[in-house]
């Protein structure tokens, strides 16, 4: 057995063969696999992070539209929806962002403050940084067979409810200020209101994890009615399924912030927001059935104004109603679903 | 054993076996297959060849394509290391090539994710150098690594072990360095166990899940492979394109059957 | 050519040659053995461990005791229980009919038993969900329930129990069988008195694999049974957390399920230690470690006294 040496090299040849193609093919993939978005010029890629429900109408309609315009030639996109929460916290985490969508401006804050990602003074933008409306709506099975239409029959009549969960959903926070707001502009006290919050909680049996989850819990068959953004009963129906929904007279004004991150292409970036809030943007947005922020594009007959409706600013704004109401430890609903048994940290 | 008992017990073995299956395994998978084509050839088509599903399906080949090569190099090579070389952490080395067979992917995808995160232990360093792992093609290449990690292995050391050492040793004898004793003598023999481990390696990179979904992010367009794109067309209602995809996936997943088949055969002969 | 002196000394007398690198080259290939699996395996499941307990045991405990924690595990550990069982009976039967019996398409069969391994895990919940959810042709609708777990559950745990009991049948010696059908003993007897025993480890291995997957699987009970707090395994449950952000929560169950599947893969080894006394099989094909350290460290004798 005279081969010792080469042998040895036989060995060593192989490992550092292997130890070269790990390491090329790391490299490779990386530079291949991830895009460049600084400094791309004549295009440029954005990276669309939003909450769940607008995903649809950012991959159909909305990108495609703007890149057939001029400031948007060239431009490429790539897309990642979730629920509200869950995004932002991506985001912290290092997700890749250029234009930043959620369904609450607490997880627009959150970006401000945790990472200083976002600007400070995203709310100067046109429309105060929102990019549309909408209102909480009660989704009930065809024909209403419950008869509910407010959030007070919520709490009398007996009915199993659907709501995404609040800490890891802007979309059911919405939906609770929703029931409390109600009640406070009915007279109660906010002891009462918070009341009102519980029996809507106790009688929720599921709570998935975003807006869009808990859509799909309901045409499934979970529950008698689902707490959800009126653009999302609106595709309920274009897609066929069996329900329909009621605007109540008493509900709240969804807004949903949008903004460019600190890191992004610009002027791409920008561009694509100013589309967004563009007549021809803010049509697309009506079309799939969110309300346009421009009050002269609200079709009255497609988006009927309820009787009280109320805003967010009621109550102090997000900042405010997010450390009284949703703090993981000390917020008053973070309480209420501990009682319960349900899972305060997503 | 012919007595009328034993026909009728074998009868009831059938259908309760083979109903079993028919219930478990093929009634879904016909009424995929049924409900994709249901409208005709087109939505699915559409689908997969929309720029998101052609990119899920390179990405996804791409996986493949780095993840199952390097694993067969190191499967090979620790398969001839722990079989020819007696080693008291052999026994170590060959439990921790077990261990992706156990773990969940989606512990996996959070293994991988802190190692490699903002606030990981080689994060911020990799991120300083300039190397995303995270929410980008590396992490995912290193999710399908460990999850198609045994199979070569595995597949490769019991038939080292049959074979023995008499021909590589007469190639020794006759004058045969140890790189043309692998090349003529010990490949040829594991050649069958190898690809066997490589299709088997293949499937399961193809089918990877949870730990890819977890270090991606499911950057569609980016970091999107085709199980993901399946789960975010279905999220979004669009069934055709979630069908679409499972439909091809699972055509992918019967070729690999025939392979897997062909090559056990081989293998065993 | 001829012997060097070095080599001569370090090759023993004993057949165990062949490609064999005494010294640097061993070693080298070793270390880059280790080094691969510690890269692509060991440090990131050290950084797991590390985050279940960075803010202490007590943390690390409140976490795994939170009411959606114990309540998944519990659904996870025992879903996964049922599923074993009902898949140890029927995956015998199964592998039973694949080497005893002769029906038409026996050949399809054996190759389709390894779809659920194939197939993606998503992709699996999708067709669950299409046969037996809300719109399903049947008029089964078990989607976003507990039974939803278990169906996913047996989809994708089928093949391992076959596997294990296939090649132990296969190798099965009649002789003992006949003898004892000649001497008036029942089939169910035969069965329960020897072919059941012989057919033990392999059972054992299949299940403690077959159970290993289950309580870690994602894909397939993701969209077919949902995350919905009573139906929600481990595995989703980890999930939301790492979304939520409760990375030490995510973590410390993370901990609990790989402890678990460490515990099963040592069982394994022990069965097939166990196990590698009997005549071994070629133990090609799909199925679990066809060897396991058991047989590599041990050496086998049976090699040195052929």
Redesign the interface.
């Known amino acids: 057995m005279g081969n010792a040496r080469k042998v040895t090299r036989l060995h060593g040849v192989t490992a550092a063969l292997l130890a070269a193609a790990l390491a090329l093919a790391v490299l490779v993939a990386g530079c291949g696999g991830s895009s460049d978005s600084a400094g791309a010029s004549g295009g440029g890629k954005l990276d669309v992070v939003g909450y769940s429900t607008p995903e649809s109408v950012y991959q159909e309609s909305l990108e495609p539209a703007f890149e057939k315009t001029a400031a948007g030639e060239g431009i490429s996109f790539s897309n990642s929806f979730g629920a509200s929460g869950d995004q932002s916290r991506a985001v912290v985490a290092g997700q890749p962002a250029s234009v930043v969508h959620f369904s609450q401006a607490g997880d627009m804050e959150r970006l401000v403050e945790e990472g200083e990602l976002v600007s400070k003074s995203w709310e100067k933008q046109p429309y105060g940084g929102i990019a549309t409306d909408s209102v909480v709506v009660l989704v009930v099975r065809k024909g209403n067979p419950k008869g509910v239409h407010s959030f007070d029959d919520l709490q009398t009549k007996d009915v199993g409810i659907v709501t995404p969960n609040p800490f890891s959903s802007g979309s059911a926070r919405w939906n609770i200020m929703a029931v409390y707001g109600t009640a406070i502009n009915e007279g109660k006290s906010p002891a009462q209101a918070l009341e009102a919050v519980k029996t809507v909680l106790e009688k929720t049996v599921a709570q998935p994890g975003s807006g869009r989850d808990a859509l799909a819990a309901f045409t499934q068959g979970e529950g008698d009615v689902l707490l959800s953004y009126e653009n999302e009963a609106i595709k309920a129906e274009k897609e066929g399924e069996d329900v329909e929904y009621v605007v109540p007279s008493s509900t709240i004004l969804i807004e949903t912030p949008i903004a460019v991150t600190e890191s992004a292409p610009e002027p791409a970036a920008e561009d694509f927001l100013n589309y967004l809030w563009s007549d021809a943007g803010q049509e697309i947005w009506a079309e799939n059935g969110y309300r346009p922020v421009n009050p002269k594009l609200v079709d009255p007959k497609q988006f009927p104004t309820p009787k009280e409706l109320f805003k967010i600013s009621q109550f102090g704004g997000w900042g405010k109603v997010n450390d009284e109401f949703f703090d993981d430890e000390t917020g008053s609903v973070a309480k209420i679903e501990t009682e319960l048994g349900v899972s305060t940290s997503g | 054993?012919r007595t009328a008992?034993?026909a009728r017990?074998?009868w009831s073995?059938?259908t309760?076996?083979?109903g079993?299956?028919a219930l478990?395994?093929?009634?879904?998978?016909l009424?995929?297959f049924y409900?994709t084509f249901e409208h005709g050839l087109a939505p699915p088509l559409e689908a997969i060849t929309s720029p998101?599903g052609l990119h899920a399906l390179k990405l996804s080949l791409?996986m493949v394509a780095?993840a199952v090569?390097?694993n067969t190099?190191?499967g090979v090579?620790?398969a001839?290391?722990?079989?020819?070389?007696?080693?008291?952490?052999?026994?170590v080395?060959?439990?921790?090539?077990?261990?992706?067979?156990?773990?969940?992917?989606?512990?996996?995808g959070?293994?991988?994710?802190?190692?490699y995160?903002?606030k990981?232990?080689?994060?911020p360093t990799l991120s300083e150098v300039g190397?995303?792992?995270?929410?980008?093609?590396?992490g995912m290449?290193?999710a399908s690594?460990?999850v198609s990690?045994?199979f070569v292995v595995?597949?490769t050391?019991?038939i080292l072990?049959?074979i023995?050492?008499?021909?590589?040793?007469a190639a020794?004898t006759l004058?045969a360095?140890?790189?043309q004793?692998?090349w003529r003598v010990?490949l040829p023999a594991i050649r069958w166990?190898v690809a066997?481990g490589v299709v088997?390696s293949t499937?399961r990179v193809?089918?990877?899940?949870?730990a890819v979904s977890?270090v991606s992010?499911?950057?569609?367009?980016?970091?999107e492979t085709?199980?993901?794109f399946?789960?975010?067309q279905?999220?979004?209602?669009?069934f055709a394109g979630?069908?679409g995809a499972?439909v091809l996936?699972?055509l992918?997943?019967?070729t690999?059957?025939?392979a897997?088949?062909v090559l056990?055969r081989k293998?065993?002969a | 050519m001829s012997a060097h002196p070095a080599s001569a000394t370090s090759v023993p007398a004993a057949p165990r040659a062949g490609i064999r690198l005494p010294g640097l080259g061993a070693g080298l290939g070793r270390g880059t053995v280790v080094l691969y699996l510690s890269v692509i395996v060991l440090l990131p499941l050290a950084a797991l461990t590390s985050q279940a307990f960075e803010d202490g045991f007590s943390a690390f405990w409140t976490q795994v005791t939170s009411p959606q924690a114990v309540r998944s595990l519990e659904l996870t550990v025992g879903a996964s229980l049922i599923v074993v069982a009902i898949n140890a009976v029927f995956g015998t039967i199964i592998a039973w009919l694949l080497v005893r019996d002769e029906f038409p398409g026996k050949a399809a069969v054996n190759a389709v038993i390894d779809l659920p391994f194939a197939l993606p895990t998503i992709v699996a919940s999708l067709i669950l969900i299409e046969l037996y959810g809300a719109h399903s042709p049947v008029g089964i609708d078990i989607a976003l329930t507990r039974a939803a777990v278990v169906v996913a559950l047996l989809f994708v745990t089928l093949p391992f129990v076959v596997r294990a009991v296939q090649p132990l049948l296969i190798e099965m010696d009649r002789e003992m069988e006949e003898a004892a059908a000649s001497l008036g003993a029942s089939g169910l007897t035969i069965f329960r008195r020897i072919i059941f025993p012989n057919l033990l480890p392999g059972l054992a291995a299949g299940v403690a694999l077959a159970f290993a997957r289950a309580l870690g699987e994602y894909g397939s009970v993701l969209l077919f049974a949902g995350g919905l707090p009573d139906t929600q395994v481990s595995s989703v449950f980890i999930r939301s957390q790492i979304e939520s952000g409760n990375n030490v929560g995510a973590a410390a169950v993370s901990v609990v399920l790989l402890s678990a599947a460490l515990v099963m893969l040592a069982a394994i080894t022990l069965v097939q230690r166990w196990g590698s006394r009997h005549e071994r099989s070629s133990g090609g094909g799909l199925t679990l470690m066809p060897m396991s350290g058991a047989d590599i460290t041990a050496e086998k004798d049976d090699d040195e006294n052929r």
């Open positions: 054993m008992s034993s017990s074998r073995l059938r309760l076996g083979l079993y299956l478990l395994l093929l009634a879904p998978l009424l995929i409900r998101d791409l780095i090569p390097l190099i190191f090579g620790c001839l290391l722990l079989v020819r070389h007696k080693w008291k952490g052999n026994a080395i060959d439990a921790i090539i077990n261990l992706p067979f156990a773990i969940s992917p989606v512990v996996i959070l293994s991988l994710f802190l190692l995160g903002t990981g232990w080689l994060g190397i995303e792992i995270l929410f980008s093609v590396p290449v290193l690594i460990f990690l045994p595995r597949e050391v019991p072990q049959e023995g050492t008499e021909q590589e040793q020794s004058g360095n140890a790189w004793t692998f010990t166990g066997y088997l499937a193809l089918g990877e899940f949870g977890i992010g499911s950057r569609s367009g980016e970091t085709l199980p993901l399946v789960q975010k279905f999220d979004n209602f669009n979630a069908y499972s996936l699972a992918l997943a019967l690999t059957l025939l897997m088949n056990k293998e065993d």
